[in-house]
Structures are given as C-alpha cells and as structure tokens.
C-alpha cells in the first residue's frame, strides 16, 4: 500500500526555469491538496481538488498551476520558478465526506531555486 | 476564516517530564481540530483529532488533549516525555471532519533533553 507518493525528493532549479511536481495516490481519495512548508510558517495551502476535473486555489496559489484529470494524481506546476519559491512542498489526500478518516501526507519534495 | 497560533516555537524538556504544546484556534463554524507530528526529513503524521465527539481527545504514543471552547485552546500533553518524541508538532483546524484545506499554526519543535 503506497499512500501518497511524491516525486521528486529533491529538486534544484534556476530562476525562470519550469517544472512539475508529482503527486499520485493509490486509496481513491477524492480529496488532494498541496501544501508548502516554511520556517516559522506552518503549512499554508496552495491549492486544492475536490475530485477529477475540479480545481481550486487555497491560500497561497500565485506562481503555480494544478489540474486534476483522474483521481490519482494531482501534479503541481511551477511555470517560472524564483527564489521565493524555494521551500519543501507536500502532497496530501483524503476522503471528502467519509466521517472519522484523516489526511495523508506524501514525504515531500524539497525544491531549490538559486 | 480559520486561525491557528501556537505558542512557542520551541519547547524544551527532560526525559520523563510532561510534554505540553499550547495550540489557540480561531474559527467562525464549528471547528475540527488536529494534532501532527513530523519527525526530520519526513512527512507529516497524524496524531490526534477533535470531530465533536468526546472533548478529551487520545492519540497516538501517549499523547491527549483536551477541546475547551470558552478558551478556544486545544493543548496537547504528553505525561512522560520520551527521547523519541523529539520532532515538530503541528496544530491544524479544518471545516472538514476528514482535515481537508487544513489552516496550521506555525509549529513547535520539542526538544528531549536526557
């Protein structure tokens, strides 16, 4: 059993450069999200699929892109990276109205941008 | 709109003292409240949640805590701090039961001194 599964685990990019971060989840989750985490921040949402075709941004959604075209995956675009993006980013799925279940959280993807 | 704040960014104990991690919500609905512990270099795990139920709330390796609405707290105890409970900890409220589009506080690092 997979969980949440994210790739890659490290990543260095250049300033202007693109790239996709992959997160896949094999438990038919209808909720996937991505979160980023800073220093003395927490984790703030960016943004969030109530399910395959549905998109929306959470808190901190500019400078990134997301589309959800089947259940199992939820990749999260950076279309022209900058050094405010450098941060480790996590995936996380969920049932969407199963009651007592919980979030599950990939092990990350920590990105570099010089 | 959700908030989270969690007093003390890092927190400082002896092997076998009591673990206490102070967490304060915010929230115009009624919340749904959760603990996670991430431990270096790893994502994140779930270690209790509050869904309206049972107000003292237990969880995993020891550790509880109590939803008190007239202080909109929800502080997490450990009685016996252990080595291995060295790690960050974050508190996380959500509109939602299964802790989708989670708003966290900014984190706790607990330190276990032997």
């Known amino acids: 059993n997979a969980g949440v599964t994210q790739t890659p685990k490290f990543q260095v990019l250049k300033t202007g450069q693109s790239m996709t971060l992959q997160c896949a989840q094999d438990m038919n989750h209808e909720y996937m999200s991505w979160y980023r985490q800073d220093p003395g921040m927490g984790l703030r949402l960016i943004h969030y699929?109530?399910?395959?075709?549905?998109?929306d941004q959470g808190e901190v959604p500019n400078g990134y892109n997301v589309s959800r075209s089947t259940t199992e995956d939820f990749p999260l675009r950076l279309l022209s990276a900058a050094p405010s993006q450098t941060s480790v980013y996590f995936c996380a799925s969920s049932y969407r109205q199963i009651m007592n279940t919980e979030a599950f959280f990939g092990q990350g993807t920590r990105l570099t941008v010089v | 709109a959700q908030s989270v704040t969690q007093l003390g960014s890092h927190v400082s104990v002896s092997e076998g003292a009591l673990v206490l991690l102070r967490c304060n919500y915010s929230s115009s609905v009624p919340p749904y409240l959760f603990w996670y512990v991430q431990y270096p270099n790893q994502g994140l795990q779930l270690l209790l949640k509050?869904?309206?139920?049972?107000?003292l709330v237990k969880g995993i390796n020891g550790f509880e805590a109590e939803f008190k609405k007239s202080e909109t707290s929800f502080h997490l105890t450990k009685p016996s701090a252990h080595m291995s409970d060295a790690a960050e900890y974050f508190c996380a409220v959500s509109e939602e039961t299964s802790g989708s589009r989670l708003t966290f506080g900014e984190g706790t690092q607990l330190t276990v001194n032997p």
């Open positions: 699929s109530v399910g395959a075709g549905i998109t």
């Open positions: 509050y869904t309206s139920a049972a107000t």
